[in-house]
C-alpha cells in the first residue's frame, strides 16, 4: 500500500525526439536527416549516444518511479540497440508506425493521450516527467499541472522549446544529468567556420547573462512583494525557477546556489553570517 504523501513518478520518453536532437546536438545541426539517406555512421552513432540510465536516475530523484513508456519505431536500427538497456530498466517500449505511413505526430498524440489517460487511472501520480523538448507538449504540460501534477520536462539543449520549458514546473537540460559529460561544440576549435557565418545569423543569447538577468529580476519582485532588502537564498531561486523552469546554476558551471550567488558580487550583497544566507540587490 502506498504511505500518504509519497510521491510517485510517470516518465514519458518521446525516444525519436530525444535521440534526434542529441545527435543534430553532436554532429550538426539537421545531421541526422541528411546523413539517414546516405547511411548513419557508428562512429557519429557513438559519439551522440544518449544515456538513458541518466535520465532514469535522474526522474527517480522525484520519488518512486511507478511507469515508465518510451515511444520509437523500435524497428528502427538507430532505435533498437536501446531495447536491450530499456527493457533492462523496466521500460514499456510503445511501438509506433515509420513517420511515412503513421503521420508526423504520431509520438506526440499517443505520448499525450496515454499520459492524460494514467493520470485518470493512477490517482496517486504525482509527478510526470516528459523527455522531449518539442513544443507540442505544452498543451501536456499545462494539462498535467491543472490535474496537479508537478511537471519536469527533460530536452536536448538547442532543440528545446523555452515555451516548453515555462509550461512546467521544472526543466532540465539533457547535458546538466548527473553522469552526462557537457557536450562541447566544435565551433571552438574552428575559427575558420566560424568566420564564414553571415551577419544576419542571429547568435543565441549569453546564458550568463540571461541568468544574471532573471537573478536581478527576482530580487526585485521579492523587494515589491514581501517589502524587504534581504531575501532568503532559497526564496530567490524559488522564484527564478517560477520564472525560468529551465534555470540551473549546474548548467551554468556552479556547484551550488550559494557559488552561483557569489559570482554576482557586482549585482548583489550576500549575507553568509549564520546558517541561514540572505541576499539583496546591490
Known amino acids: ?108 498524440i499517443r505520448l499525450a493521450v496515454d499520459a492524460v489517460e494514467d493520470m485518470f487511472r493512477l490517482p496517486d501520480l504525482t509527478h510526470v516527467v516528459i523527455v522531449a523538448g518539442d513544443s507540442d507538449y505544452i498543451p501536456l504540460a499545462q494539462r498535467c499541472k491543472r490535474l496537479g501534477r508537478h511537471v519536469v520536462g527533460i530536452g536536448v539543449a538547442g532543440s528545446s522549446s523555452r515555451s516548453l520549458a515555462a509550461a512546467c514546473d521544472e526543466f532540465v537540460i539533457y547535458d546538466s544529468l548527473p553522469g552526462v559529460p557537457v557536450f562541447q561544440p566544435p565551433d571552438a576549435a574552428q575559427p575558420a567556420k ?42 530567490v531561486k524559488a522564484q527564478m525557477k517560477r520564472m525560468d523552469p529551465s534555470f540551473s546554476e549546474k548548467s551554468l558551471g556552479f556547484k551550488s546556489f550559494s557559488d552561483f550567488l557569489r559570482s554576482r558580487t557586482d549585482v548583489v550583497e550576500l549575507d553568509e553570517s549564520s546558517t541561514t544566507r540572505m541576499v539583496k540587490l546591490r
Open 194 to 235: 566560424r568566420a564564414k557565418r553571415t551577419k544576419s545569423e542571429a547568435e543565441p543569447p549569453d546564458p550568463q547573462a540571461v541568468a544574471t538577468a532573471l537573478l536581478e529580476r527576482a530580487l526585485q519582485i521579492g523587494l515589491e512583494k514581501d517589502d524587504a532588502d534581504w531575501l532568503h537564498n532559497s526564496a
Open 1 to 108: 500500500m502506498t504511505e500518504p504523501g509519497a510521491a510517485r513518478v510517470a516518465v514519458y520518453l518521446d525516444f525519436d525526439n530525444i535521440v534526434i536532437s542529441r545527435y543534430d546536438q553532436v554532429n550538426g545541426r539537421n545531421s541526422f536527416q541528411r546523413d539517414k539517406a546516405k547511411g548513419l555512421e557508428a562512429a557519429k552513432l557513438t559519439r551522440a549516444r544518449v544515456d538513458v540510465g541518466a535520465i532514469l536516475d535522474f526522474a527517480s530523484s522525484f520519488g518512486t518511479v511507478v511507469l515508465t513508456r518510451a515511444y520509437a519505431d523500435w524497428s528502427a536500427d538507430v532505435n533498437a540497440e536501446y531495447r536491450e538497456q530499456l527493457v533492462g530498466r523496466a521500460v514499456d517500449l510503445v511501438q509506433l508506425f515509420p513517420a511515412a505511413a503513421y503521420g508526423k505526430n504520431a509520438a506526440d
